[in-house]
């Protein structure tokens, strides 16, 4: 029941993603917003009466108990943000949508996720640098998501398919269709080796107003994004940019200055908003991936230095384990970016820890 009202609290007219959260954290859930009165929802700070009456008066719940009917017939899972499945890494974001829908085989929180978006008009410079990079990354334990768009999107997941690598597709429509049409077959494929996933409900539309929304999600959910061809303007760009005011690592593939679709990629890298990578190799390096696999680990078992706070310990703890980024460090150890930043840069500088390329941290 209580999917039916988080479907039913994104269908409301005029309450966005900022103010549904503001309702859930005041009101505890997406139940007790639509069971609240006119009195009570303008008790709470930036809720009038226009935005008060939109949500008494809605039919969102009706509609979602409608919407969850073929949900529930065509196998797909409705993650709402404190959902166990929900993409932790995109759960981080200010923005993160409210809900998922997803369908696939695949975790969406693999222990390593890269984006890998570019052009439409995928040269074969392009295309040659998505199977060295599936090629590459196959034994590194990888999910590669992208947006099934034509061109990069399509070469990577395809490559993905062939390297058997699990890949998911972000969509910027619902689950009911596939846009393009020409990748009905690319998709089915997919959702048996990784899946798709959107935040828009079946029957919507692939408008344009759509895709920016969902180059978020792909720059959200991942640990790092790839450039690999891109011209100065269009949504590779946009999500590079996005990924950057997330704080994750963007990378891209420098071309020549004559070609089009390697000018926003050279921009990228000249205004430093993008690593540069001249080989796919140059990738595993940034990450902090070398001499890394997915085969079995050696565990570490280092004594920890004696002057060590509470909390430091906690971090050295859970570093003596694996290397981390700082957003999977304040997940493990419960504690809050802000604070953690703080404490990561105090070990350092006491040599208790090490700071790796791509903003990850490991044990001294």
């Not at 981390?324 to 840069?345: E, V």
Request: glycine share 8%.
């Amino acid at each position: 029941m209580n999917k039916q009202y988080q479907i039913a609290l994104t269908l409301i007219d005029g309450v966005g993603t900022l103010i549904a959260k503001k309702l859930l954290l005041h009101f505890g859930d997406a139940q007790a917003v639509f069971n609240a009165n006119r009195k009570q929802l303008l008790q709470l700070e930036g809720i009038g009466p226009k935005t008060a009456e939109a949500i008494l008066n809605t039919d969102a719940v009706s509609l979602a108990e409608k919407e969850l009917d073929f949900i529930t017939k065509h196998d797909i899972q409705v993650l709402f943000q404190d959902d166990e499945n929900y993409p932790k890494r995109l759960r981080n974001c200010y923005d993160a949508p409210l809900l998922l829908y997803y369908k696939g085989t695949t975790s969406l929180n693999h222990p390593r996720i890269i984006s890998i978006v570019g052009t439409r008009n995928a040269t074969s410079y392009g295309k040659i640098l998505c199977k060295q990079l599936a090629e590459l990354l196959r034994p590194y334990n990888v999910l590669i998501s992208s947006g099934l768009a034509h061109g990069i999107d399509a070469a990577a997941h395809k490559e993905c398919l062939i390297s058997g690598i699990p890949t998911v597709g972000v969509m910027g429509h619902g689950l009911d269709r596939i846009y393009p049409a020409a990748h009905r077959e690319l998709a089915a494929k997919m959702l048996k080796h990784g899946g798709l996933l959107t935040e828009f409900l079946p029957g919507t539309n692939p408008d344009r107003e759509n895709f920016p929304k969902r180059n978020r999600i792909i720059a959200g959910m991942a640990d790092a994004t790839i450039v690999v061809e891109a011209s100065i303007k269009g949504g590779a760009l946009i999500t590079a940019e996005i990924a950057n005011s997330y704080n994750r690592d963007v990378y891209a593939f420098p071309g020549r200055v004559t070609d089009e679709f390697s000018e926003g990629c050279n921009f990228l890298i000249k205004t430093n908003r993008a690593g540069l990578i001249n080989n796919p190799q140059d990738l595993i390096y940034y990450l902090g991936w070398d001499g890394e696999t997915s085969g079995p680990k050696k565990e570490i078992q280092a004594h920890l230095p004696i002057d060590l706070n509470k909390d430091e310990r906690l971090v050295a703890e859970a570093l003596q384990r694996q290397t981390l980024g700082i957003d999977d460090l304040s997940l493990q150890i419960n504690l809050p970016q802000s604070k953690l930043a703080m404490i990561l840069l105090t070990m350092e500088m006491k040599g208790h820890i090490v700071a790796l390329p791509g903003k990850l941290f490991r044990i001294a």
